[in-house]
Every structure is written in structure tokens, then in C-alpha cells.
């Protein structure tokens, strides 16, 4: 088990399996099933898949948190914090939960950060609820099975869904203002909550501000919506900027808008911050790569096919500009197109839709192509799914935690400076009054205190002139998963962190 103490999770799973009762009596009975399933999918991959993706993820949004709380020591503190350049609204939700948690009880972070992950799956199975019923009457009635799948079990979205993470967030926000835009007919108040929830995605991730505006000018050329109702949705949106401007302020203590300053020092980019650069054209090859190469080159396929044929489809109108944005500005990251990631089942099926008008492609055909999409599918859930997210590190963590309870430690890292900050232990996860040491991976470790723990890539630790022999408590993956993540990183990994216990000599 991923956590090391019990806090009443079954009573937890049971609470968050109750939102069955949400599907209502409406719903089909494969919807119901599909659901349910979904459900515990995302249970399991909150549970397994421990710590966090991205230092981003972590940093900016906990490590935040931390800050405000005043536990976070000021050589921790990100720039973006000092700058006052990140939104406070997902710290602000990590506070209240970090705060309740201790409220009843509940202290050890590895508890709160997998309350937070099931917070993020729960707010998730609710908005691709609403996108499903929203987008499914525009597909062939024939393909509403696949679509409702999909949605829920394309394999990197259960892993996306539990991520307390600024881009799930602000994706799932930008997903409920397509959603209502689509269902504009039905809701009165259509334009009042398009403009809250653009506005909710822009707070918590500006990085999503090419989507929004591609999504209000559809509206505008495509849609032909009548001024007033763009005049309500932008009073709508400005309320929501002002109230993301006093709780920015609340949290740093001084007038603040953060949506401004992120746009103001990140467009073109941060003077100060000197990141990688990497060509334009680099989504497209990492897509492929990152998202399994048969499948990631069906979602390439279907965005060119829609480019081609449906030119006036309110995903390219979101989609394009977002993507054309992020390949302008000079430093890339995957995780910078994550906010779309829960728009990619329809586009595959928008995709496939088209593809059988111009191709009509043989039976045959179809099956073997979806045998080998579906294997890579269960593969990849299988790895997403029930495993440690990232490098592992904060499962590793975990096991100092629970090694050791109460005992002074002290970690060693074994790798160059320059790169320890990719598997140093934030401040979240680590014991109090850990002592910390760096060494290269080719040093011999000196044995000159009471315990070690030594982290490093197993790989390096192997290979180190007095490799450590001490007991190994802890590997960041599993050993099943090493041979299916070597092929997924195509090699470029250095394999599974592992932590050792090393007694004084």
C-alpha cells in the first residue's frame, strides 16, 4: 500500500463512490457501468500513483501553500512566489484541505497529498460527465459507445485526472466552458457560466488565455453570438478577474493580480529565467512519442483531418491557437499542453468520423488497428495507473517516514549538484531536521554518520567505486514496469530511483 498509515480510507473510497447516485436514473445502463468503472480506475490510480508529475505541480501549487503557511523555509521559496506571479486559487484549495486534514487528525502530508489527488479525480469524473452529454450528440449515434469510453479511459487521462495540478485544473475549467457553450440552448444562463469558467481557467493556468480567446472568437465569427450575450459573458469573466485579484492579494499580503504578472514577465519570457529553447515543431514528435506512437500519431491524424475538412469546428478554434502560441514562445515542456488533454477523445472521434467519409476504410482494417490502439491503451493504464507518479521520489520518501519514525536522518544524494534538484525530497515530504548531503554518483560515500539513506538512480548506485551494500528499503517503480518505462522513455532514462539504508560503519 502507497500510504503508510491508515486514516479511514475505505470510509473515504466509499464517500467518493457515493457520486454514482450523480449519473441519476436517466443515464443508460452501459453509462452507469462505464462510470462506476471510471470511478474505481481513478480510486486505484490516486492511491498508487504517489507524489507528483512535475516539479511545477508540486513547487507552485503545494510548495506554495507551504509558503503562506510560514513552513516552507525562504531558500525553498519558488521566484514565481517571490514574484507573485503564480494564482493563488489552487494553493488557496491546498491550504483549506491541508488545514482540515490537521483538523481531524490527519498530519502526515502523504494522507493530505492523496486527499488532494482524489479532489482532483473527483472534480474530473464530474466535468468529462458533463463534457460526455455535452459533445455526444454531435458524433454518428454509432460511435457514443467509443466516445464514452474514451473519455473516461484513454490511458493518460486517469493519470492527468489526479493530478492537484494547475494544468488538470485549468483544462477541466476550460472544458466546462465548452461544454456550456454547447448546451447554450438548454441553460439560460449559458453566457454567465462560460465567462466564470474561462475566466477560472485563465487564474489558474494564463498559459490557457490562446484557448479562451480561441473559443470566444468562434463564437463570434462561427457561432454568431449577439453582443449582449458577449457583453454578459465578459462581465461574467471581469467579476471573476476581480475576485482572483483579492484573493491574490489576500494570499501575498499585497495588491496583486497575478493573471497580469504572469502574462507581463512570461510573454516573451523571464529576463532572469533562462530556459531551454527548442524548436517550433517539437509538440508534434513529442505527441507521438509521449503518447505512444500509435496513438499519439491517430491524435495528430485527426487534428490535420479536421484542419482539412471541418475548419469551422469549435476544437480547432480552441485547439489551434493554443498550440501555435506555445510553439512561438522558445522554452517547451509537455505538460504546457496538458489543459487540452481532455478535448483528445473527441478529436479522435471527430477524427474517425471524417476519416470513414473520405477513406471508407475496410473492416479489416478498422479491427487490427483498434486491437493494436487497445493493447497499447491497457498498457499504458496499466503503468499510469499503478505506479508512482514522475521519478518516484516521494514514494521513497514515504518509506524514510516509515523506516524510521522519530529518528534523525540524514540522506545522501548520490548524483552531481547540477542535477539533484531533479530527485532532491521537497520539504513537504521530508522529516523534520533531515541533514542532507550531495555526492557524485563515482565518490566513494564516507560512513561518518549514526544511519544513511542514500538515494540514487539505481544504475548509478551500481556503478559507484564503493557501491552502497546497505539493505535496500525502497525502488520508485515496480519491477514489472521498468522494461515497459525503458520503452516508453526509449531509453533515455536512468532507470528507477532507489533508496538504501546504510548502518555506520
Known sequence: ?????????????????????????????FERLVFIGAMLLHAVTAWFSTGFHTDGEHHQVIGCAEAWLGELPVSEHTWEYADRIRPSAMPWVAVGVIETCRAVGLTSPFQQAFLLRMLSALFALLVVRHLVRSVRNQLPEDLHRAFLVISYLLWFLPFLHV???????????LVMGISSLLRAEDDRWWTLRIGVWLALAAWVRPATLPAIAGVVLWMIVIRGSRVSELLRLGAAAGTLVLVSGVLDSLFYSTPTLSLWGYVDVNFPSHPDHVYDTLPWYYYAPWLVKYAIPPIGACILFSLALLLWKNPRHILLWCVAPMVIALSIVPHKELRFIYPLADLVPWLLLVGFAELRIVLRPARGLVIGTLVVLVVCNVLGLAVSSLTPSGNGRAHLAQAIHTDDRGAPVHIVYAINNEDAWRILLPHFYRPENTLTDVVPPIDTIAMNRPIHHVIGYQRELQAMRSGPTGELIARSDPAWSVSLLDLYYWGEWKGPLELRKIPKQ
Open 1 to 29: 500500500m502507497r500510504c503508510d498509515e491508515s486514516f479511514g480510507t475505505r470510509s473515504l473510497l466509499v464517500n467518493f463512490a457515493a457520486i454514482v447516485s450523480i449519473v441519476g436514473t436517466q443515464t443508460s445502463r
Open 163 to 173: 493530478r492537484f495540478a494547475s494544468e488538470t485544473w485549468a483544462g477541466l475549467c
